[in-house]
């Protein structure tokens, strides 16, 4: 069964950082992209950062462009969403999901869109960040 599982979220200040953690299970991290997501109250899912599996390219969305950084460990099979420099506009809910289906292909970025959150192979269920004074 495969399954995402997230950690790490917590009440931040302004400025400060945090890491979140997507730990896999029952499939290895070597064929599926994974992305990360984030809803806030009131707003839509919007995706954040992926990373790809074929070559371990990433990609950021603008607005957190600079300031987040995600990785993987092969080795325990984890994904990491380092986010530094962090502001009261991250508050959210953050999710990870995995899809071999070329989730995070670069050059298109077709399949990092919220809208098909639903039809990815696995969705984990969030990890609560909260940005405030």
């Known amino acids: 069964q495969l399954q995402l599982v997230e950690s790490g979220g917590a009440l931040v200040q302004p400025g400060g950082s945090l890491r979140l953690s997507c730990a896999a299970s029952?499939?290895?991290?070597?064929?599926?992209?994974i992305g990360w997501f984030r809803q806030a109250p009131g707003k839509e899912r919007e995706g954040v950062s992926c990373?790809?599996?074929?070559?371990?390219?990433?990609y950021s969305v603008d607005s957190v462009k600079g300031r987040f950084t995600v990785s993987k460990d092969k080795a325990k099979s984890t994904v990491y969403l380092q986010m530094n420099s962090l502001k009261p506009e991250d508050t959210a809910v953050y999710y990870c999901?995995?899809?071999?289906?070329?989730?995070?292909?670069?050059?298109?970025?077709?399949?990092?869109?919220?809208?098909?959150?639903?039809?990815?192979?696995?969705r984990g269920q969030g990890t609560q960040v909260t940005v405030s004074s």
């Open positions: 999901a995995a899809d071999r289906r070329e989730l995070c292909e670069i050059t298109s970025l077709n399949r990092f869109t919220p809208t098909l959150w639903p039809e990815y192979e696995s």
């Open positions: 029952g499939f290895t991290l070597d064929y599926y992209d």
């Open positions: 990373i790809s599996s074929s070559d371990g390219e990433t």
